[in-house]
Every structure is written in C-alpha cells, then in structure tokens.
RNA sequence: GCUCCCGUAGCUCAGCUGGAUAGAGCAGCGGAUUUCUAAUCCGAAGGUCGCAGGUUCAAAUCCUGCCGGGAGCGCCA
C-alpha cells in the first residue's frame, strides 16, 4: 500500500471514531513543505455541512492522529487544515518497501489496453508531424505497462484511402504498360512481379505530386478515386501493386521508428478491416443504426442536447467507397473481439476530435464495444518553430523524422564535445553516448510539455547539459551508477535503509514515496509530462541529498549502508521512470 | 457564423478532480569548488495567473460574458 494510501486509511479510521463522514478523510501531499509533509483538508468543508467550528473539528483529529505511532505530528492550521508529518522510521520503512517486492509494489491489473499510435500513411514518408503521436503514444504505452496493465501498441497505417488511390492512378498514368494494369487485371491471380516497380524514393516523390494534381485536374481526381474503390473492392492487380508499397513503407517506418525507441506490436492499418466493413455496414443497416442520406450511408450521431449539432458519421461515400471512419468502425469491433480490453487510447492530433466525438458516439449507438471498454481520445497540439507557426526547415519544407534525430544528435554530440565529456571512452561507446543523449533530449523536449498544448520545437534548448533536460536527467543516473560501482569496488554494500539523517535525505524518501500516486494521476490523464516533471523533481531532490552527505566517505557504517540503500531505491526507481520517457542511461558519460 | 482548445515571471512551460505565501527551467544578479562525474548546489530578484462579473469559508483552477491567438465544422486522414 502507499504511503499517502495507508495515511488516507488512518485518517479516515480517525474520521469514523469521531463519528464523522470518512469520505472527507483523504490525505494528500502538503502544499507547504515548509508546515508539514502531508495535509487534509476535509475539516473544513466538513465544518461547513455540519454547522460546526472548522478548527476545533480538526483540533480533535489531530489529537487522535498524534496517538498513532506512525505519525510524528499532526496539528491545525490556518482555517482548519490538519497538517500532518510521519516518523522517520516509518518513512524509511515506507521507502524501502517500494522496491523490496516485484514492480514497486503495483498490483497486475490483468486487462488490456490499446495504444493506438503512429497512424502513418502508407503514401508518405515519416515527417515532424509523426514525432508527437510516436513519442507521446509509446510513452503512454509504457506508462501503462508500469501500471501493469497488459499495453499493446497498434501503429495503424494509413493504408486503405484515397491516397492509395492516388498511388495507384499516378503509377498507371507513368507506366500503364505494367501488369498491374492489364485488361482482367482485376480478376486475375497473376503472377505479378515480386520486384516492387517503384522504390521508397520514388513514393515519397510520387504521393505529394498525385496529391496536389487531384486539386486542380478533376479527371485525375476521378481516376484516383475509382482506383481507390477498385482497391476495396478487391481487384486483384491493385491489390499486388498496393503490397508492394506496404513492404517498402514498413520496412522504412520500422527503421525510422526504431531510431526513436517507438516500438509496436501490431502493425495493423485500415486495410486489415477490409473483410470487415462491408458485412458492418449491411449489419448496421439491418439494425436501422445507419441510413441512407444523400446517397451515402451515414450513421446519425447527433444528440439534442449537442450545443451544436454533430455531422453525421460517414460509413460509406456515395460513390460505395469507404474511408478511415468506417475503418476505425470497423477497427473497434476487431479489437474488443477476444476479452474486451480496458481501454483503447487513440494519441492523434487534437484536429481530430471532432471524428473521435462521431467515431465514439456511433461506436456508442452500434453498441459496438461493451460499456467496460474506454475509448479515449488523448489529442496533441502541434509542434511549431520559434515563430510559433507550424514546424518546417528553413527552405519551408517538413523536416523528416530521421532528420530530427540525427540533428539531435549532432547537437548531442557537439554538447559532449564542448564540455569535455565522454573523453576517456572508447569511439563506439562515445557514439553510443552520443546517440542515447540526442534521443533523450528529443523525448524529454517532447514529453514535459503537456501533449495538448503546442510546443515550440527547440532543440538547441532540449540537447543542454544542465536544467530541466533530457541529458541533465542522464547525467544524474550516472552519477547515481558510478557512485555504486566506486562503493562496490570498495567492498562496500547496502544495508538497511533506515531513519533519515538530514533534511535532504528525508526529502528524498518523501519523494520516492510519491511514487504510486504519481504514476495513477499520469495513467488517469494519460499524461507521460507528470512523469517527466517527477523525474525531474526527484533527480534534483537526490542531488541536494548527494551534495550534503558524501557517502563513501561516511565514517558511520551504519549510515552509510542506509545512503547505500537508498542510492539502490533510487537508482531502480529513477531508471523505471526514464523507461517510460523513453530516456536511456548510458554506463559512463 | 457555430463548436473546441489555448492566454500564468523577460523567454519556454508546469500547476487547472478548488485549499495556506501561484511553481520549475532558461536568461540575468550574488555566492559555494583541490567533485562519490560542478553537467552540481545555495541565495536574492522577477507575477494585475488575458479582462469583467458570479458561485464558495476558500478560485490560476468551477460558471457566464468579453478581448486576443489557434484549430475544426458531410463524402480527405
């Protein structure tokens, strides 16, 4: 149990003795470390309903509470706040418990959770705009996982819409002369080529040109979006040529992604429902949840209660083709099909809300998911340069993600340069060094700021050695690693992480306790920036302590086994939060 | 036009399930050093929390209106 749990549980015990309501009994972290460690605050709305005197309320609690062994001293202050600090060797005995048992004493929650993330399309190449979902989305799903629950994170590629579409006609109007566009190629098994006709390069050249060229020739446009519901509809040479642009595209993204640390499990996409959308469709038709309009069929999500009515939910257009709505329909109903998981947590861009409003409403209306599955939507802003505008290079064009990551690295390793470091390792284990900074720059820059705010993309700023930085928090594991080895080498081991010494060492104990409930509040608003403002709290917390008290050369063996101790505890803490950052440590720095 | 998000220190941002004196980092100022990695630590300075009302014992936080910025609004993702 946590700390602030087991002071939650005594103060509310304290509440019921004294016959009063225990709901009002929660005890949180103090608001002034200055006064106490801890507070509650409920004597005074308590007060209010029961007509009585705030202070004398709490002044009868707090006597009850200075009975407890456990609590050091509770008192009253203010209007009526119960203020609250515990003894020493309880803290200790709280702090050395996170990490005496298995995954800091969080309980296996043995339910799912989909990580919907990436969601690239197929047609493009990985750019600035993909960094957020990637970064944020793995992040949750590590967040998650600490959590214990069992996180899968599910890429979904764009790889069913018009864009395919577009791919298609522009390849056949280069080159009709190939295979894939034959008389009967519709119906025909082949054999088609296994060599791709087109390369990764000449994708990413081929996507945007067909993209802008639908704007202003209409009959391309058309043949685009008859190739687009040829595809769905099945025509075979479509269907080979459209193989070869999922293999090629993969094959990159896995690539770039990994270069991030981004992960996933399921490479699934819209084109993995394709079975799927027309037997939902007629289903939710027979049903009477969708119908007909303007000779599309729609799903009306509109609610009278809206402030302002909600756009019906396109299934399928009038031309009979369908478009991401259906799939992400479609998409649910695949993913709650084995044991319903406990939420499926979509990390898009906050442009997107209004489709997830529709999406989860008429998921809601075909009751397509059980009420026990959360769909949340957690939105991003956008990443935007120093004039605050949309983030771009200097010739206007968007960055590339694998870009990104080699100029963080060259900031990375120019940082390492300047300031002598990582100068007694060998070549590889500096580029080592100098690939984990860049990257843990990157995702710290990324991860602090709140994911729905937009944030100015500065990396000049994210690659500093020192302050609130991916590579500050590096640094401190290090620290934290190379003081255990020096202590190792010296026949020195860790004992039993007793009563604290000093102030230092006792906020340190405070704040690894905080631990449990930090990591509640971050799943609870899929958030990885309350992680990374802990993180860094209790790496400058730890190097105050590590400042007052030089542990190897603490004469007290007593003593010194305890800061041993509490190096260990903070050392698999810290690492286990850093994890979820996506920040790596390195061995020497 | 309507809907949603944002407006907090010079800059970049936390805090927003209401609680005491609104916090960090950077920049700038003053100090500590023969380091268990000073990439650190300590101190001072820096604020009409966009504006105006309201609810409350208590509002940066909740409600209403206004101002300013961004985004979205039926066959794109």
């Known amino acids: 149990m946590s700390l602030l749990r087991e002071l939650t549980e005594l103060v509310q015990s304290v509440f019921t003795a004294q016959g009063l309501d225990p709901s009002y009994g929660d005890v949180v972290v103090s608001q002034r470390p200055d006064l106490c460690q801890f507070q509650c605050n409920g004597a005074l709305p308590l007060a209010k309903k029961a007509g009585k005197n705030p202070r004398e309320l709490a002044t009868a609690l707090a006597a009850a509470l200075n009975d407890d062994h456990r609590i050091a001293l509770a008192d009253v202050a203010g209007p009526g706040f119960l203020n609250i600090s515990v003894e020493d060797d309880f803290l200790a005995e709280q702090s050395a418990q996170l990490t005496a048992g298995n995954h800091f004493g969080i309980e296996a929650k043995n339910q799912q959770v989909i990580v919907d993330y990436g969601g690239p399309n197929i047609a493009k190449s990985l750019h600035v705009g993909h960094l957020r979902p990637a970064v944020i989305g793995e992040s949750v799903k590590r967040l998650y996982r600490f959590a214990r629950?069992?996180?899968i994170g599910d890429v979904h590629l764009g790889d069913w819409g018009l864009p395919m579409g577009q791919l298609i006609a522009a390849i056949e109007d280069a080159s009709p002369e190939l295979p894939y566009f034959a008389d009967g190629a519709a119906t025909s098994e082949g054999p088609y080529p296994t060599e791709s006709p087109v390369t990764i390069e000449d994708l990413e050249e081929l996507y945007p040109q067909a993209s802008a060229r639908c704007k202003e020739d209409k009959a391309?446009?058309?043949?685009?979006?008859?190739?687009?519901?040829?595809?769905?509809?099945?025509?075979?040479?479509?269907r080979a040529l459209w193989n070869h642009f999922r293999t090629l595209s993969v094959a990159d993204m896995t690539a770039i992604y990994a270069e991030l640390g981004v992960h996933f499990e399921l490479w699934l996409g819209e084109a993995s429902?394709?079975?799927?959308?027309?037997p939902m469709i007629e289903k939710l038709v027979a049903n009477q949840i969708a119908q007909e309009s303007d000779g599309a069929l729609i799903i009306d999500v509109a609610d009278p209660k809206d402030k302002k009515e909600l756009p019906p939910f396109m299934l399928q257009n009038s031309r009979g083709g369908y478009s991401y709505a259906t799939s992400d329909l479609a998409t649910i109903e695949q993913r709650v099909k084995g044991p319903a998981p406990h939420a499926i947590v979509y990390v898009t861009d906050a442009r997107q809300s209004l489709h997830f409003q529709q999406l989860f409403r008429a998921a809601d209306k075909a009751k397509m998911a059980p009420a026990s599955t959360q769909l949340i939507h957690a939105s991003h802003g956008m990443v935007t340069g120093k004039d605050n505008k949309p983030f771009k290079t200097r010739d206007g064009k968007l960055p590339r993600l694998g870009e990104l990551v080699a100029d963080a690295q060259k900031l990375a390793a120019a940082q390492i340069e300047e300031n002598n470091l990582a100068e007694d390792l060998s070549e590889t284990e500096r580029a080592s060094v100098i690939e984990l900074v860049g990257l843990a720059a990157l995702t710290y820059g990324e991860l602090s700021n709140h994911r729905t705010t937009n944030y100015i993309f500065d990396l000049e700023k994210f690659t500093e050695l020192k302050g609130q930085t991916g590579p500050y928090l590096q640094y401190v594991a290090v620290r934290i690693k190379s003081a255990l080895q020096k202590?190792?080498?010296?026949?020195?081991?860790?004992?039993?992480l007793g009563a604290a010494t000093c102030d230092e060492e006792r906020n340190v104990q405070l704040e690894l306790t905080k631990l449990p409930e930090i990591v509640e509040r971050a799943v609870a608003g899929n958030a990885p920036n309350i992680i990374a403002e802990y993180s860094y709290v209790l790496a400058a917390t730890f190097n105050r302590f590590y400042d007052k008290c030089h542990i190897l050369s603490e004469p007290n063996a007593e003593t010194q086994q305890s800061w041993l101790a509490l190096l260990e505890t903070t050392q698999s803490i810290f690492t286990a939060i850093l994890d979820i950052l996506l920040i790596q440590v390195p061995e020497k720095m």
């Open 273 to 278: 429902v394709a079975d799927d959308m027309a």
């Open 220 to 238: 391309f446009a058309a043949k685009a979006q008859q190739a687009t519901l040829a595809l769905q509809k099945g025509h075979l040479g479509y």
């Open 149 to 151: 629950y069992d996180a």
């Open 487 to 496: 202590a190792a080498d010296a026949g020195l081991h860790a004992g039993t």
